[in-house]
């Protein structure tokens, strides 16, 4: 279980992928949700990842997109961080 402090208050969570990126971030996939966790710690949720069984996640290397394996769906699905547009 991972916890972390997020805008909403304290967060308590089974993660089921983490990745990270160049500028010190963390993204973390729940079993709904993917988490941008900030160099200072600092957690956002970037979208939704509803009907999902994410078994794994990676970073691309700019930063600006992250890739979730979804394996009840047999879909790679790319996540916008900036704006949590999901695309399949």
Do not use: F, M, Q
């Not at 969570?13 to 993917?34: E, F, I, M, N, R």
């Not at 979730?68 to 949590?84: C, M, Q």
């Amino acid at each position: 279980t991972l916890a972390l402090e997020g805008e909403d208050g304290p967060l308590s969570l089974g993660p089921v992928g983490v990745a990270s990126d160049h500028a010190g971030a963390w993204y973390v996939a729940t079993k709904d949700s993917l988490l941008h966790v900030s160099a200072a710690g600092r957690v956002r949720r970037v979208a939704a990842l509803p009907a999902s069984e994410v078994n794994s996640i990676a970073a691309s290397p700019d930063g600006s997109a992250v890739y979730v394996a979804d394996y009840s769906n047999s879909k790679i699905r790319r996540v916008e961080v900036a704006t949590g547009v999901v695309t399949t």
